[in-house]
């Protein structure tokens, strides 16, 4: 049996901890279970670097850049590899270059194209707790890469998906994925279970305890990820795997997510002509503004009404930008920066009907006014206010039953 395990920043944070992990690597070397560990770097490590980068330079050349914060995974990794010598145990740390952790050349955010197994392979069939710094690799030329914020994630599933692991094990500073936020609502309860669809879905919507790109590689290869503490003792966990029968028909809303990093741009009085919306959004496209929701009225007397959504930091820019070719067109641009956004999400919408009635007549009943709403087959999200927010998250939770019936129990 092999197991990947991956430990975060808040997990190897000290020496201390990373000694844990290595206590934890050794239980499983115990059983028979062959082990690689995939570790980030100390908890506040890498914004650290950074900052040295950008007391030098405003903007640090990028290659660079990722050389330098690559070394925080690899302090860490070392540290556990010594650890585990010192404790008895045949143990060896591999860089991406070793291994052969092939990627792109988008430094800062490079995707991994290859994992070459054989270099692995030969350390495992020594004995060896393999321990890989997550969160880079390296690309044709040779030159390392990072993965992105959370990239560690990344390179455990990867790794998992390539040498065909039995289960990627994801240990962070909580106890897995629960219902919803615990602190906003006490009454959260972590789920044994999610489909990858759904947790694609509540990561995508402001979810952090697994990084997007992880879980759409898990899926793609149908690798199981297992979320654990490293925290507070062993625990279940919450198991993100494929989708089930019964799961669907018997959870018909598995969680509720909530983003307060959301704001609202409306442009009034859009000539109703081809080409005026795509006018829009290639400006801010070529900005680099992510667009979220977009809902479009219907014409009236020749205009239209664009509302759209983008994140809070963005909103000037956007709006500056629209506001230029809204005078340039005769429309009317505002904004409200005061926005947020509640998701339900779901696999059991697919064959439950009545939904998203149930969802806005719990939103009416509080006195929630919805300003957009976007669905997909397993998700519906509506932009309000956001002082309601946190009152949504709790009606939400409380009316789809997904509240823990023992509060102290569940804790």
Known sequence: MLVVQKYGGTSVRDVQRIQNVARRAIDYKKRGTDVIVVVSAMSGETDRLLSLAQNIAKFPDLRETDVLISTGEQVTSALLAISLIEMGY???????????????????????????????????????IIIVPGFQGVDESGSITTLGRGGSDTTAVALAAGLKADLCEIYTDVDGVYTTDPNICEKARRLDRISYEEMLEMASLGAKVLQIRSVELAQKYNVPILVKSSLIGEGRGTLVCKEERDMMEKVVISGITYNKNEAKITVSRVPDKPGIASKIFTALSEASIVVDMIVQNVSHDGFNDITFTVVKTDARKAFTITKAIGESIGAKVAVDEDMAKVSIVGIGMRSHSGVASKMFSVLAAEGINIQLISTSE??????????????????????FGLDAEDVTEEA
């Open 90 to 128: 045949k143990a060896i740390s591999l860089l991406a270059d070793q291994i052969r952790i092939i990627s792109d050349s988008t430094y800062g955010f490079a995707r991994i194209a290859s994992i070459e197994e054989k270099a692995v392979r030969a350390k495992l069939d020594e004995g060896n």
């Open 378 to 399: 397993i998700k519906i999200s509506c932009v309000i206010e956001s002082k309601y927010g946190e009152l949504a998250v709790r009606a939400l939770h409380t009316n």
